[in-house]
């Protein structure tokens, strides 16, 4: 089949980016209106806790599984359907007339936007086949990522300010609308030629690592750290990693394709996703609480003042992703784990009355790191992989992304309220000089990895491993 010509493809990447756009500003934009939610539906701090963990979760969970099944199905099928769940949940969870209705329509809303971003990413990969297009596609697909997690605060805010917080879910309708609409008549159908089956026991398996990694970190210093409770739900993370490596190695078609990490490039690009998002959620978490609860903004003025992050993001998205197509990932990589660390050291040094310039010279500098990061990370998950089994990568790079945003939440709080002596106003500032630091480990690990991943050494493993699996079908 002939390639679609250049206008049509960079339609199929606008109707991508649409629905990576809603997504991605979801995932930010409900923190804003927790209190209003706790005010309207009366929910306890727990039951708004899970308002966020509900929906991250089960995102994580069903990623790499949606990946394989639209390599199955069909793409364009798979994509249209979470199209049709994530705006059947968002309209439901503005509707819920109680939380603990609310968290059960996230957890619908999650499972569309599971058949989204890897799927959308597969699409891509399928479009643009020139590998330099396509890494210039993925910087502005990058681009978007960045852009809607960045301005969720700043949309949230003019909402839950304006019109209420059920309207942060009302507005993905029309647009998930829209994007049903676009697919349907611009996007080609798309499969791997080889249909991948179904793995239970893996999906059962990822399910258990997350969920027990994740309410272990989050409940651990509640619960107490030696509580059977806390130890089982590690020890079960610990036993579903065991069993991952034991019984993905034996299948034929694995849903964690085991392989894969053997590709340096492939296993340093999931690391890295999982300390750039954790810094990013660890950073918007860290910020929103500092800006409402110690200087007193509102939610739209803090929103506002998060906007030269946003910007940032936006501007060098797509320039990473033109040196990562011109001169490789390495240079991205080193800038977004220096900016990232710089960012978190600046941060650190907040205090009640840091002067507003200081701090937006620690969210420009954040934004350069992040808009930075997406590309590498995306290129490195995709490249070199046989292009029937480009939706497994991309799901695998998709879940390590959302899997940082959960750990740097619940890493970054857990370390916030350990630290916390007296009321939230007063005590902020010294308990998350830690949390701060953590993030600027996070630009570290981004920065490290980068330089180890990217020399001849990880090249030759990539192609080591991409002969193997043209092999193997």
Not at 98 to 123: D, H, K, Y
Not at 287 to 295: A, I
Request: aromatic fraction near 8%; include cysteine; proline fraction near 5%.
């Amino acid at each position: 089949m002939p390639e679609p010509a250049r206008r049509r493809r960079l339609l199929v990447l606008g109707i991508c980016c649409l629905s990576l756009f809603i997504v991605g500003l979801d995932s930010t934009i409900v923190n804003l209106a927790l209190p209003a939610i706790r005010a309207d539906l009366d929910a306890s701090v727990s039951k708004l806790q899970w308002t966020i963990d509900a929906y991250t979760l089960v995102l994580a969970s069903l990623l790499m599984i949606s990946g394989s099944t639209a390599d199955r199905v069909g793409r364009r099928r798979t994509f249209q359907v979470g199209l049709v769940l994530f705006g059947l949940g968002s309209l439901l969870c503005g509707l819920a007339p109680t939380v603990e209705l609310l968290i059960v329509f996230r957890m619908l809303q999650a499972v569309g936007g599971s058949m989204l971003n890897p799927v959308a990413m597969s699409i891509i990969t399928n479009t643009f086949t020139d590998p330099r297009e396509r890494a210039q596609a993925i910087g502005v697909w990058g681009g978007v990522v960045g852009l809607s997690m960045s301005v969720g605060p700043l949309v949230g805010g003019a909402l839950v300010d304006s019109a209420g917080w059920r309207y942060i879910f009302w507005i993905n309708v029309p647009v998930a609308v829209l994007a049903v609409v676009l697919t349907a008549r611009f996007v080609p159908e798309s499969r791997a030629a080889v249909a991948r089956r179904i793995d239970p026991v893996g999906q059962v398996l990822v399910v258990l690592l997350l969920v027990g990694l994740t309410y272990g970190i989050i409940e651990g210093r509640e619960a107490g750290w030696t509580s059977p409770l806390i130890i089982g739900c590690f020890t079960v993370a610990v036993l579903a990693v065991a069993g991952l490596v034991f019984y993905e190695r034996r299948r034929d078609e694995p849903l964690l394709e085991p392989r894969f990490f053997r590709s340096a490039p492939f296993s340093g690009a999931t690391l890295i996703a999982v300390a750039g998002f954790a810094a990013l959620s660890g950073f918007l978490f860290l910020n929103s609480l500092y800006l409402q609860e110690v200087r007193g903004f509102t939610a739209l003025h803090a929103g506002l003042l998060t906007l030269p992050m946003a910007a940032m993001t936006v501007v060098f998205a797509p320039l990473s992703g033109w040196l990562v197509g011109n001169r490789g990932p390495r240079l991205p990589l080193i800038v977004a784990g220096s900016m990232l660390c710089a960012s978190g050291l600046v941060l650190a040094q907040l205090t009640t009355r840091t002067p507003t310039l200081l701090l937006l010279g620690g969210y420009l500098v954040f934004g350069i790191g992040f808009g930075m990061l997406n590309s590498p990370i995306t290129n490195a998950a995709v490249s070199g992989m046989p292009r029937a089994q480009a939706g497994v990568a991309a799901a695998i790079a998709s879940t390590s992304r959302q899997v940082g945003a959960s750990l740097g939440v619940a890493i970054v709080g857990t370390v916030l309220t350990a630290r916390l002596a007296g009321p939230l106003e007063t005590g902020f500032v010294p308990a998350a000089q830690l949390a701060w630091y953590i993030i600027a480990g996070c630009g570290v690990l981004v920065l490290v990895l980068g330089l180890i991943t990217t020399g001849r050494w990880a090249r030759r493993t990539a192609e080591s491993v991409a002969e193997e699996l043209v092999r193997a079908r």
